[in-house]
Nanobody, 121 residues
Framework: VQLQASGGGLVQAGGSLRLSCAATGRTISSYSMGWFRRAPGSEREFVAAITRGGSNRYYAESVKGRFTISRVNAKNTAYLQMNVLKPEDAAVYFC???????????????WGQGTLVTVSS
């Protein structure tokens, strides 16, 4: 499966963005989906994950209550709605597909290319 992340951009602190992860090649209904991010000079970190049917969602503590992960399997797309953005949310955001909704990046076999989110203070 090939993943294409989009929707990044420049936003002021307190603003919102919605990232999309469009899949081609195979249906994402076979996979759990995850979002990760990497800020300059930092390691890649888990942001959110959702199970195949969407019934279970998991979030990093730093984004809980502000970010929402979702998916529309019929559109072969996953989303990350980001609200009340903070400067520390600025990073390259990656979507990933794997067999398990996990906080560990090693469980995801397929990765998108990343989309840049910049948050101005």
């Amino acid at each position: 499966v090939q993943l294409q992340a989009s929707g990044g951009g420049l936003v002021q602190a307190g603003g919102s963005l919605r990232l999309s992860c469009a899949a081609t090649g195979r249906t994402i209904s076979s996979y759990s989906m995850g979002w990760f991010r990497r800020a300059p000079g930092s390691e890649r970190e888990f942001v959110a994950a959702i199970t195949r049917g969407g019934s279970n969602r998991y979030y990093a503590e730093s984004v809980k209550g502000r970010f929402t992960i979702s998916r529309v399997n019929a559109k072969n797309t996953a989303y990350l709605q980001m609200n009340v953005l903070k400067p520390e949310d600025a990073a390259v955001y990656f979507c990933a597909a794997g067999l398990t909704a996990s906080m560990s990046s090693t469980t995801y076999a397929y990765w998108g290319q990343g989309t840049l989110v910049t948050v101005s203070s």
